[in-house]
């Protein structure tokens, strides 16, 4: 049976048409662990921010296509045991870092909240069509910010106005070029499917 063929509920997420309704919790597990693994190898691809403590990585994108694939409660999941495991040691943020007193950690804990977000809106449609995807997207990058920037202000003692100048502006571009491939793959992957909403 092609997954084309397949009848997609109302509200669903990309994650809902595998067809593994008598497995769906080993499913489930897979999803949550896969999710949390894409998150901290997008995270290794780190490139340094001149004058900031936090580089621009492809685990924000992570993050949010992870949100927006398997849900908001599988999302959480996701993102939560990425930020466990790190914060155990594993060396998988930003740049190979671990622990949850870098100056970063901010933004995974806003990944973790965007996450679910977005996985929420995915469920609502979100993710159907270019627009509704630039919109997810923006509310996704906006909670990561609304985290990430006051966690750095805290944690280097900078002013909240120098934190928005390196944990902020720097990264406005990225996020936009970011936000234009999931604009491309999301709407695509559910065309493909044949099912949009």
Same mark, same amino acid.
């Given at each position: 049976? @092609? /997954?084309?063929?397949?009848?997609?509920?109302?509200?669903?997420?990309? =994650?809902?048409?595998?067809?593994?309704?008598? $497995?769906?919790? =080993?499913?489930?597990?897979?999803?949550?662990?896969?999710?949390?693994?894409?998150?901290?190898?997008?995270?290794? $691809?780190?490139?340094?921010?001149?004058?900031?403590?936090?580089?621009?990585?492809?685990?924000? %994108?992570?993050?949010?296509?992870? #949100?927006?694939?398997?849900?908001?409660?599988?999302? %959480?999941?996701?993102?939560?045991?990425?930020?466990?495991?790190?914060?155990? #040691? &594993?060396?998988?943020?930003?740049? #190979?870092?671990?622990?949850?007193?870098?100056?970063? %950690?901010?933004?995974? /804990?806003? &990944?973790?909240?965007?996450?679910?977000?977005?996985?929420?809106?995915?469920?609502?449609?979100?993710?159907?069509?270019? /627009?509704?995807?630039?919109?997810? &997207?923006?509310?996704?990058?906006? $909670?990561?910010?609304?985290?990430?920037?006051?966690?750095?202000?805290? @944690?280097?003692?900078?002013?909240?106005?120098?934190?928005?100048?390196?944990?902020?502006?720097?990264?406005? $571009?990225?996020?936009?070029?970011?936000?234009?491939?999931? &604009?491309?793959?999301?709407?695509?992957?559910?065309?493909?499917?044949?099912?949009?909403?």
């Amino acid at each position: 049976m @092609s /997954l084309a063929a397949t009848h997609v509920r109302s509200g669903a997420v990309l =994650a809902d048409l595998l067809p593994a309704a008598r $497995i769906r919790y =080993a499913v489930d597990t897979a999803l949550v662990m896969g999710g949390a693994a894409l998150t901290g190898v997008a995270a290794q $691809i780190a490139v340094p921010v001149p004058g900031s403590p936090v580089p621009v990585t492809g685990q924000t %994108f992570a993050a949010l296509l992870v #949100g927006t694939a398997l849900g908001a409660r599988r999302g %959480f999941l996701s993102l939560g045991l990425y930020a466990l495991i790190g914060m155990a #040691g &594993m060396p998988w943020f930003a740049g #190979g870092t671990s622990g949850a007193g870098g100056a970063s %950690f901010g933004y995974v /804990l806003g &990944m973790l909240l965007a996450a679910t977000v977005v996985g929420g809106l995915a469920r609502r449609g979100g993710d159907r069509s270019v /627009l509704r995807t630039a919109g997810t &997207m923006v509310v996704g990058s906006v $909670i990561i910010y609304a985290v990430g920037v006051p966690y750095l202000a805290l @944690s280097t003692g900078m002013s909240m106005s120098s934190a928005v100048a390196l944990g902020l502006t720097p990264f406005l $571009i990225g996020d936009a070029l970011k936000a234009a491939l999931a &604009m491309g793959a999301l709407p695509v992957t559910w065309k493909l499917v044949g099912r949009r909403g």
